[in-house]
T-cell receptor, first 117, second 111 residues
Framework: DGGITQSPKYLFRKEGQNVTLSCEQNLNHDAMYWYRQDPGQGLRLIYYSQIVNDFQKGDIAEGYSVSREKKESFPLTVTSAQKNPTAFYLC????????????????FGPGTRLLVL | SQQGEEDPQALSIQEGENATMNCSYKTSINNLQWYRQNSGRGLVHLILIRSNEREKHSGRLRVTLDTSKKSSSLLITASRAADTASYFCATEYGGSYIPTFGRGTSLIVHP
């Protein structure tokens, strides 16, 4: 099956702890994204990556870090500097250079819910 | 920063009725997309409409775009209980190829 997966589904973080959320895609997409979703806030962009070994900050990057060592993988680390990490985290991917018939559509994973103990 | 804002925030209808939700945005766009999110799940793409298009259809979905009013609407005809979800508009504008999402409309369809 082609798609985008996220793990774990639920993640618990203790105060002062760094945690890493996994995102993998086998859609051969160049671009990958991380969003944070809070109730009533919609989606806010944390980081995005257009190509391997390169990534850019989004609107709310503080307290988060990412890496893009492989095209298929874009893990997100929630660091201890993020004081309010409780949220639903969504990873997405898309084509960056559009081929014939392709659109700027984003494909989303099922999400990871992060809770603070 | 949020570019698009959906209206209403919440909509409750009976099965078989039509559901209309709107999206207004502030600056000129390249395209506008509608996504659907079931509770606790990821978003699913519904329709993309480009700035030079006025209307698109997909099954029971109809999207219109009025660039003079900087607004779009999503119409779901003959709604079903399974249409219960949140619906988001996402706009791409300027030189950015990254969509900006609104806060969404929560639709409840009662059987």
């Amino acid at each position: 099956d082609g798609g985008i997966t996220q793990s774990p589904k639920y993640l618990f973080r203790k105060e002062g702890q760094n945690v890493t959320l996994s995102c993998e895609q086998n859609l051969n997409h160049d671009a990958m994204y991380w969003y944070r979703q809070d109730p009533g806030q919609g989606l806010r962009l944390i980081y995005y990556s257009q190509i391997v070994n390169d990534f850019q900050k989004g609107d709310i990057a503080e307290g988060y870090s990412v890496s893009r060592e492989k095209k298929e993988s874009f893990p997100l680390t929630v660091t201890s500097a993020q004081k309010n990490p409780t949220a639903f985290y969504l990873c997405a991917s898309s084509c960056w250079v559009l081929g014939e018939g392709e659109q700027e559509t984003q494909y989303f994973g099922p999400g990871t819910r992060l809770l603070v103990l | 920063s949020q570019q698009g804002e959906e209206d209403p925030q919440a909509l409750s209808i009976q099965e078989g009725e039509n559901a209309t939700m709107n999206c207004s945005y502030k600056t000129s766009i390249n395209n506008l997309q509608w996504y659907r999110q079931n509770s606790g799940r990821g978003l699913v793409h519904l329709i993309l409409i480009r700035s030079n298009e006025r209307e698109k259809h997909s099954g029971r979905l109809r999207v219109t775009l009025d660039t003079s009013k900087k607004s779009s609407s999503l119409l779901i005809t003959a709604s079903r209980a399974a249409d219960t979800a949140s619906y988001f508009c996402a706009t791409e504008y300027g030189g950015s190829y990254i969509p900006t999402f609104g806060r969404g409309t929560s639709l409840i369809v009662h059987p």
